[in-house]
């Protein structure tokens, strides 16, 4: 019988790869990575994204863009088979969302912020944040 998984979301996870291994993933894989930069035995997060349809490819594309040389490693991320595209989407934007003011990772994420965090029955004001009467809501 098969065994089930501890995770909703994320079925494999690959941390603090070196990106030469990139073509050991396989190619249908879906989901969350962050490109990362090592320094000594520390890394840190250059970009964060997603890919609805093949890490291979896009791990491989910025091999060759603008943040080629900007990182050393990658995390991944891999969804169930049953997770959308939608929720890809919402995964990272959670991702991007907590990184939108570091210094070093928001330089090279154009997309700062997940929309529908803005959305003021998802958002709680700032004012709020700190009442868990606001949270139970």
Not at 22 to 36: E, V
């Amino acid at each position: 019988m098969p065994e089930t998984s501890k995770c909703r979301f994320v079925k494999h996870i690959a941390e603090f790869v070196p990106w030469k291994f990139i073509k050991c993933i396989p190619s249908d894989t879906r989901g969350i990575y962050a490109l990362l930069d090592k320094h000594g035995g520390r890394f840190d997060v250059v970009y964060v994204g997603k890919t609805n349809y093949g890490m291979v490819s896009r791990l491989g594309r910025h091999r060759r863009d603008w943040l080629k040389s900007k990182w050393t490693h990658f995390t991944i991320f891999e969804v169930h088979d049953n997770i959308t595209d939608e929720e890809i989407g919402e995964l990272e934007g959670l991702f991007r969302h907590m990184y939108r003011k570091d210094s070093k990772t928001n330089k090279h994420n154009s997309q700062l912020r997940h929309i529908p965090f803005l959305d003021p029955n998802v958002r709680l004001p700032e004012k709020k944040q700190r009442s868990k009467s606001a949270w139970s809501k």
